[in-house]
Structures are given as C-alpha cells and as structure tokens.
C-alpha cells in the first residue's frame, strides 16, 4: 500500500513535532513517523526527566541557603515519581492519538529512503511532497578496554533508573555530565568525574570552567581533570576504571557523557541525494534543505546540538515548505547547564572572538559586591557575571553567567548580541530592582570602552 503526503518527517522529537505541528496547521497532509516515542530523546530521556530531578536538590540547596529557612528533605521514591509522570511512563499513546486527530498519518517504525520523494516505514510506502529528517541524535560511548565488562550507563538507564547507585563514576565533563554529577550527588550517590581535558565545559570561558569546579567539588563531587580512563575491568560488584596518569576510580556504575552523535544510519540517505559533513550530520543550507524536496533539523545537522535550536529549525523548514522561506541564524542562541548556581553562557568566547581576529573588551564582576538581589536570594551570595564586547562596533559578542537563575536572564545578553544592540542603547536600560539582572550594568560600566 502506497501513502501519498505533502510532507514526511522522520523523527519526532521537538523539533519534528515544532515542524510537523505547523505545518497540519497549515492544512498539509502530514506523515509523522517515529521509530521509538513520540516526543524524543528529550521528552523520555534527557531534557525533561534530567530537569525534573535536578530541581528536588536546587530547591533543597535554596532552603539551605535562605536566612529562615533550610532542613528541607530530599525523598528520591517522590522525586523519581514526579520525574516518570513528567516522562509520561514511556508512553506515547496521548502523543500518537493527539496526532491522528489532527489529521496526520502516524507511522511507528524504522524509516529508509528509497529515492527523492520516496520512503519505506515498516513495510508501507509513503510518496512525499518533501522529506523531514529529524531524527536527532545518540549517546557516544567511548571506546575503552575491558567497558563491556564493567556496568554502563548513558543518560538513559541514568534518567529511568529506578534506584540510585551507591557510587558512580562519570567520565566526561560537559554538560550532561556536570548536571549528571550534581544530581546524583545531592540524592546522596559517591559521585567522581573524570574529565580527558585540563577543565570542565572545554568549549566555554576557561573561568566558566573553573567555577563550575568549584561548585561540583564543593558539593562534594571528585573532580578528576587532564586525565582519561585507559581501561575498565571489574573487580567483584566495583566496575574499575585505571586512568592514563596511573589513579583508579571505582564505583557501581560508569556514567558515560562523552557527546552525542547524529543518528543518520539506515536512512539510506545517498538515495535521495543527501550528503553528511565532517562530524557525521546532515549537511544544510540556511534555509534546512538538505537536498531537493529534503529538510533536515535538529541534532541530525549537529549544526548546534540544542532542543531549542531544533524547535527553531521546525519553523524554519515549516515556513519554508510553507512558502516563506526564511535564513536560519545561530548567533545569540543561549547555552545553559542546570546545575547549582546555574551556568549560562552566549555568543562568543574570548578565544573565538580572536579567531576572527575581533578587537575586544571583556569584565567580569562580582554580582554579590555590587548587588543587592544575591544577599536576598541566599546567606552566602554567589554569582559572577562576564561579557565580551567588540571595540570596534560597540556591541557585545559574548557573555556568561554563573549564578541563581543564570539561565532565565541570560537571554537579556542573547537579545542584546542576536539583534545588535549598542552598548550605550545597553548602558541606557534601567533594570528592576532588586534583580539579577541589575548586574548587566555593572558588568557594561565595567568594560574598557
């Protein structure tokens, strides 16, 4: 039986499910076609149950801090509840049946181009106006001796798990594993972080770095740098890992948050003319497109590996489809890790910045020195804010913020450097007081300008 439709999309994660939602509004015939759950990586397994759990020990940490407040007690049977409801039990049916009521064809399987404008989902073939690829991305797990014989974990088993290890050993840095690490740690698991390179979050402010550190070790995390495991063994019910600089770590689980990468096999994706770059995703113009009558989204493009920035692309390749073609644009889109202060960050680091051989400035402050909000928030203030900002044009180009909430009012700098906005314009803002974002002015009156 063959399916005839205005657009496929394969994969329906976020930004498959922003893309195809836009487009049944629009009165296409829509085939939405998913090999797992509805929803994705980041509905079951990432994004929503990691968030979920993270907030039981941010809430804890705030009573703690807060003057009158404090001895607020973390009960994981009610967290891990709360966190499954969220994940919706890992079922999608209300997903599968919301989708038909709209009109879509639902279609549960594995997908695979069979040529432009042509696919196969499940034995069914569907014809299509254009082709949708969005079928994210997978945990990379790395390649060490002995792992196969030690217990792993990805993010999966980390974000379903039913009953928390004693110990557990994170190899990786980023921000999977810094989230991962502060988790676990609050919930009362012996956590070590071990970390190939000489900082965590390597693509960030080398002080970003050091101040998540920080906050990792003072929460009570192990926090291995400049090193990486060299083997696994076990050794009873321990699963071992022995280090290139001679340590070994030791615990029930090893976590592995060593980067993700495009799921793009058995796609078949020479078939319909669709290349894949240098980092194994697909290849697109500003507009998505992958290939005539092919649009790609999302983690697939490893173009930025963010939910919101897969969201963004459905409406990019929606409105595309749709006949208001628009360019894709990747500058001021913030990155936020959700750990204890939080870390948010934007733009271009120092190092980027003199890449493109940029003339800058850059201040950091300390928010607890010049701001009322952070002695409010908690006894013991923590907060530090940085921005970059080029001379020639007067604008920033950077920021980062480690501190309460980093991540609701980063987006004040993301504004600023996605639109353009002059800093005397920025200079001129008058914030409410008290606030975290008060600090952006410190930090402005800050910078060599």
């Known amino acids: 039986m063959t399916e005839q439709v205005d657009v496929a999309v394969i994969g329906m994660g976020p930004g498959g499910e922003v893309a195809a939602s836009r487009l049944l509004a629009a009165g296409k015939r829509v085939a939405v076609i998913e090999r797992e759950l509805i929803g994705g990586e980041c509905a079951y397994w990432a994004c929503i149950p990691s968030k979920t759990v993270l907030r039981p020990p941010e ?26 409801y969220m994940a919706r039990h890992l079922d999608d049916s209300g997903q599968v049946s919301g989708y038909a009521e709209q009109g879509a064809l639902v279609l549960k399987g594995e997908a695979r181009l069979l040529a432009p404008g042509r696919l196969e989902v499940a034995g069914r073939e569907v014809r299509a106006d254009h082709v949708v690829l969005a079928t994210g991305s997978e945990a990379v797990v790395p390649a060490i001796d002995g792992l196969d014989e030690v217990t792993v974990w990805t993010n999966r088993e980390t974000y379903t798990a039913a009953d928390l290890p004693a110990r557990a050993v994170i190899v990786g840095g980023s921000a999977v594993g810094i989230e991962t690490a502060q988790f676990l740690t609050r919930f009362g698991v012996q956590v070590t972080v ?16 050091e101040l998540a550190r920080t ?16 083997r696994a063994h076990r050794e009873g019910a321990d699963s071992v890992l022995d280090l290139e600089d001679g340590s070994q770590v030791r615990g029930d689980v090893v976590i592995v948050a060593t980067g993700r990468r495009p799921r793009t096999d058995g796609l078949r994706l020479e078939r319909a003319g669709v290349r894949l770059g240098s980092s194994g995703g697909i290849v697109v113009d500003e507009h998505c ?4 009558g092919v649009w790609a989204l999302g983690d697939v493009t490893a173009v930025m590996p963010f939910t919101h920035v897969a969201k963004y692309q459905g ?52 928010l607890a020195r010049s701001l009322a909000r952070p002695w409010t928030y908690e006894r013991d203030p923590r907060g530090r804010l ?37 800093v005397d314009t920025l200079l001129d803002q008058v914030a409410q007081f008290p606030t975290y974002s008060e600090g952006y002015l410190t930090a402005l009156e800050a910078l060599d300008m």
């Open 59 to 84: 809430a804890a940490g705030a009573a703690d801090r807060a003057a009158g407040a404090g001895g607020a007690r973390l009960d994981w049977p009610q967290a891990r509840e709360y966190r499954d």
């Open 194 to 209: 071990v970390q190939r390179g000489d900082r965590l979050l390597g693509r960030e402010e080398p002080r970003v770095g």
């Open 215 to 230: 906050a990792l070790q003072a929460a009570g995390v192990d926090v291995r740098t400049g090193t990486s495991p060299r």
């Open 289 to 292: 497109r992958a290939a005539d």
């Open 315 to 366: 409406r990019i390749v929606a409105d595309a489809i749709l006949g208001r073609p628009r360019a894709a644009r990747y500058d001021g889109i913030p990155r936020v890790v959700f750990a204890d202060p939080e870390i948010a960050a934007v733009g271009l680091t120092q190092a980027q910045a003199d890449e493109r051989g940029l003339h800058t400035t850059a201040a950091e402050v300390d």
């Open 386 to 422: 940085g921005l970059l900002a080029d001379t020639d044009r007067r604008v920033l180009v950077g920021a980062w913020a480690v501190a309460p909430q980093a991540g609701e009012w980063i987006h004040q700098a993301a504004m600023a450097i996605r639109v353009g906005i002059p």
